[in-house]
């Protein structure tokens, strides 16, 4: 089991110490975002409903996928370094505080379909007039314009309106997905990237990280649909120079031999990518095809596609008279990449991850054990950390309230009220 993490070592600042961030999403793509800028010490202030009788309020990703005393075990790692408050959006009260958060932030993130915050007051032309250096990266189904914005769009409509459904699976059966959000992560990817950017130009412009802010604000305008699309590969200029609609292709990757997944002698999916011109020699020598090897016609990938067939009834051929583990030691010794098909069991089992430190242990609230994925990408000077798990719903709303300004009976009337 690994060692409890130091709390000393995680109250270091990170690249982006001083950035403000406001939250005002749920679920996936907007909170993975945040998420991942709060790892690397920006200041998140995620906006969630309050609580209402039997309605437990909430970002509803609180209720998702396995629940530990009523909480979902993502919710953990989803919210880690965040500060959680919860506002009434419909009450004014609500908004006026919204209103006064993005005074002071630097960055608004949304995840709402797009009109919502208009009708509320808070949308982009609103925000600006309070704050004009303010960065707002709004993510929506489809986009902020166009025939299709007002639609809601999730991660999985994404990926099939983007064209990844459509070549994902083996072409005998209906198109597959992968059992997790890619959508919403590939969009929150892009969101990262296009807040970072606008926030380079406001600071270019004179905008700063001391709480003087100032600079140029912009709209980073993210669809899910557009993100899933954007990785995408050669498709697009496959079909628009030669009219070729990829399909369904299995395990295998069309026009890259040898990549594919073998069947071991136990049943164990192995993973062999030979695809470089000398690797695929290596790999045949170490499956004891030097034939294959010395094959002119072999030598390189345009001349393997056409024998992709033979290719991998070799490799298959041989795989399937060895173990998983033997596969493996067999194409490291050659110098062939190659792995086992990992479960999360084998990951948490996994040295390679062990020694980058990619499995954190921390604790829940009640003192529970509990495993969070690493923080990444690695920086060498201001790396990211994790400060907390993710907290209760409203754990910091007397926290943040009382940095606004307000005293104890203004929070306690907002609560009284149910503004909070």
Same mark, same amino acid.
């Not at 793509?29 to 009788?53: N, Q």
């Not at 993100?227 to 200029?237: A, G, I, K, R």
């Not at 194409?331 to 990449?337: F, I, L, Q």
């Not at 007397?398 to 149910?418: H, N, P, S, T």
């Given at each position: 089991m690994p060692e409890m993490t130091d709390p000393s070592h995680t109250e270091a600042g990170g690249a982006l110490q001083g950035l403000r961030v406001i939250e005002l999403g749920s679920l996936? @793509?907007?909170?993975?975002?945040? %998420?991942?800028?709060?790892?690397?010490?920006?200041?998140?202030?995620?906006?969630?409903?309050?609580?209402?009788?039997a309605t437990p309020g909430g970002d509803p990703l609180r209720g998702w996928r396995q629940l530990h005393r009523g909480t979902s075990l993502w919710w953990a790692a989803q919210a880690r370094n965040k500060r959680c408050i919860t506002l009434d959006l419909k009450a004014q009260a609500g908004r006026d505080i919204v209103q006064r958060l993005v005074r002071g932030c630097d960055l608004l993130v949304e995840n709402m379909r797009p009109g919502v915050l208009e009708k509320l007051g808070l949308g982009w032309e609103s925000l600006r007039q309070i704050n004009p250096s303010l960065v707002m990266v709004r993510i929506s189904g489809f986009g902020q314009t166009g025939p299709l914005h007002a639609q809601p769009g999730f991660g999985a409509i994404a990926e099939a309106v983007g064209g990844m459904r459509y070549v994902t699976g083996d072409p005998a059966h209906p198109p597959m997905r992968a059992n997790l959000s890619l959508g919403d992560s590939i969009a929150a990817l892009h969101a990262v990237f296009g807040a970072l950017a606008a926030l380079r130009h406001r600071d270019a412009t004179g905008g700063r990280f001391d709480g003087t802010r100032g600079g140029q604000g912009q709209v980073v305008d993210v669809a899910l649909s557009e *993100?899933?699309?954007?990785?995408?590969? *050669?498709?697009?200029?496959e079909y628009s120079v030669g009219g070729t609609v990829r399909e369904r292709s299995g395990s295998s990757v069309p026009g890259i031999v040898p990549s594919n997944v073998y069947r071991s002698a136990q049943g164990e999916w192995v993973q062999i990518s030979g695809n470089g011109d000398a690797i695929f020699v290596r790999l045949m020598r170490a499956i004891a095809?030097?034939?294959? @090897?010395?094959?002119?016609?072999?030598?390189?990938?345009?001349? %393997?596609? !056409? @024998?992709?067939?033979?290719?991998d009834g070799a490799i298959q051929h041989w795989v399937g008279l060895h173990s998983a583990e033997q596969v493996v030691r067999a194409? %490291?010794? !050659?110098?062939?990449?190659a792995s086992r098909i990992h479960s999360i069991a084998d990951i948490c089992a996994d040295p390679q991850f062990r020694a980058r430190g990619m499995i954190e242990r921390h604790a829940l609230a009640d003192g529970t054990p509990i495993d969070l994925p690493g923080v990444v990408p690695r920086l060498s000077l201001t790396p990211g950390a994790t400060r907390w798990p993710g907290p209760e719903l409203g754990a910091h709303n %007397?926290?943040?309230?009382?940095?606004?300004?307000?005293? !104890?009976?203004?929070?306690?009337?907002?609560?009284?009220?149910?503004v909070i």
């Open positions: 996936i @793509a907007g909170p993975f975002a945040t %998420r991942l800028l709060a790892e690397f010490g920006a200041d998140v202030v995620k906006v969630e409903t309050p609580a209402r009788g *993100s899933v699309f954007n990785l995408m590969e *050669s498709t697009l200029m095809r030097a034939d294959l @090897a010395a094959r002119p016609d072999l030598a390189h990938n345009p001349g %393997r596609i !056409a @024998a992709a067939a033979e290719i194409m %490291r010794e !050659a110098d062939v990449p %007397r926290q943040v309230l009382e940095e606004l300004g307000l005293g !104890a009976e203004d929070i306690e009337a907002l609560r009284r009220d149910g």
